[in-house]
């Protein structure tokens, strides 16, 4: 039996996004994706690598009250998050 699924093309077009640890590696390229298929996207790092046209928070996530500010910091740039990608 062959049963043919159909399913729309699926998009990140207006997802407001959080991805933890793109600064380098899978997480940056996680964040340059969506953003290409229409995500807003913050990003995150240790430390501020980018410009300020960029959104960017940086954060220690071995400090609970850094995660919290991470969040409220992204919450805030973008109006709310639906997709958070923990890398």
Do not use: Q, Y
């Amino acid at each position: 039996v062959h049963i043919e699924r159909r399913e729309e093309p699926r998009t990140l077009a207006g997802l407001r996004c959080l991805v933890t640890g793109s600064t380098s590696g899978i997480g940056a390229s996680v964040a340059l994706e969506f953003g290409r298929h229409g995500a807003e996207v913050v990003r995150h790092g240790r430390r501020a690598k980018f410009d300020s046209a960029e959104k960017f928070v940086p954060a220690d996530l071995r400090d609970p009250a850094a995660v919290d500010r991470l969040a409220a910091g992204a919450w805030e740039m973008l109006g709310g998050l639906d997709v958070l990608v923990c890398n």
